[in-house]
């Protein structure tokens, strides 16, 4: 019950009533090819003006005619792309990127090279990706000065030498209050390579072109949108995000078989900086219902946790929301939900809206599998179950 | 905003299937037919351009409320001027009979506010969005579109406490 419970039902009650009075339309569409798209492809318009008779019939004086549109094909009809979520926006990126983590500490990569192996160097990317931000990734402090050269690129492009530069599209929360160049918005070029890097909502994104793809970054940059759902089924406010150790509602994890995919969908609960959802990652067929077997399969009571060797006024930073979705992979049919706990060293597990189950290796270790889900840190009991990817390989 | 309902490709079969739905919203934002009617026509025609893009994005149905909703807020301020030495022509909502019930007061309450009020409490209590979604039609804060909510309930609670004082 609200507050104002009369209130509402009184403007309810008005407009259900009043909806009943509205003037009805009967469109009567005319058909007609529209030439400039695919061959065969036939479109109804309403407004379209068949001989001298406006379709849409409606009270008052007819409209003139509708032009016809030009339309020009846009990057995306040409490219394929996928929506890439982070916090409460979405952009489309070119569909073959996958997702990486940019390397940990450019500045310290020797330039120009010595011929020797620059372990530093491990951890750049190889080919084009996508890059979310990962506030939770730990950064070694060593001290890398580099002598800035006649020909540099602005520093807006940042530290990475050239030789090892890579397309990318980069999403992260804005902080301006870093004074980096490489946190400002900017528009430049370097040798054909063209940087965009825009703010809208809070969220900063960066694209990187090659020189023979400088229609990206506009392309990017105009496709961002803002959602309450990401495209994988992440709500992006979610019950998860608040402090302390949630249970979810609904209905409990499901049997293997009735699921077809699982997102995992990773938190970030840094309100100082402005937290919400960070990576998301789906898990399709055999290996979704593997991962639900696994979570059934787990001790009961949670776990690993040991706690005496944190402080327990705090429950971390990072939590990990599963949703169940049944085979026909539809973002409107979830299942069920459960939550997943790892940052602490009490509180963790796997939960949903009955019962709690241990983190083990074959529960936990796919959530953290692949960029854009990392696991950044533990305890060393959470650790052994959850740490198998690059992402908690460090530098 | 993500749809609950995928808008089909072909701009006809969409309109054969929400338009009615606009239509209403139209109405219920203005109370006036003709003005719903254009305001609606004026919408569809917007969209008409971009239609492919609004049914990628799954933002069909937001485009066409806020629409309709911007085209209500800039036919009432274009009367405005038009109109500039009397009172604001506000959108004529014919009386009951008898002012009896709730919903007859908050029918009445709906003339007298804002049009971009009226449209939040429309889209909150017959189309049951969230605020989060009303400010994503409305293209303004969640906090603006809870505010514009919370302000009319309020409005219509006085005006009930004081039918309720005098009965």
Known sequence: MTDFEREERAFREAFAGQALDAPTITPEPAVRQRGWLSA?????????VVGTTFVLQRDGDPKPPVPTPVVTPSYWDQHEGRWISFRDIEILAPADWSYDYEAIRPDCITEPPTGERDSWADDVPRKPYVSLGSEGRGVPLVGCIRDPRSGDPDPAFGQLPFRWWQPY?????????????????????????????STTRGI?????????????GAAVQSSLRAVTTSNLGCQIDSPVQRDGFRQPTGAPVPTADAVGSVTICDYDRDTEHGGGLGGSLRISGAAARDLVQAIHDAPAGGGPNTPNTCLHDTSRDRVIALRFFDA????????????????????????????????????CGPLFAQAPIGFWGGSAGVFESCATSRGSDGP | MREEVVAPRDFAEFVAARGQALQI?????????????DLVQDALERAWPRWD?????GSCEAYLRRSIANGAVSRWRKLRR???VADPVRPHIAAPAEVGSDADSAWLLCAELPTTQRAAVVLRFYEDLSYNEIGLVLDCAEATARSHVHRALR????RLETGDDDD
């Open chain 1, 40 to 48: 065969g492809l036939v479109a109804a318009t309403v407004l379209a």
């Open chain 1, 169 to 197: 599209v980069k999403v992260e929360v804005a902080r301006p209050d870093l004074g980096r160049p490489e946190s400002r918005d900017a528009d430049l070029e370097y040798r054909g390579w063209h940087l965009t890097r």
């Open chain 1, 204 to 216: 900063q994104v960066t694209v990187l072109s090659a020189p023979d793809n400088d229609a990206l």
């Open chain 1, 328 to 363: 026909a992979e539809n973002a409107s049919s979830v299942l069920a939900e459960a939550f997943v706990y790892t940052a602490s060293c009490f509180g963790n597990g796997i939960v949903d809206s009955r019962s709690e189950h241990q983190l083990t290796r074959a529960n």
């Open chain 2, 25 to 37: 919203f139209a109405y219920l934002v203005t109370s006036d037919r003709a003005e719903a009617a």
């Open chain 2, 53 to 57: 893009t609004l049914v990628s994005e």
């Open chain 2, 82 to 84: 038009i109109v500039p």
């Open chain 2, 155 to 158: 409005n219509l609670r006085e």
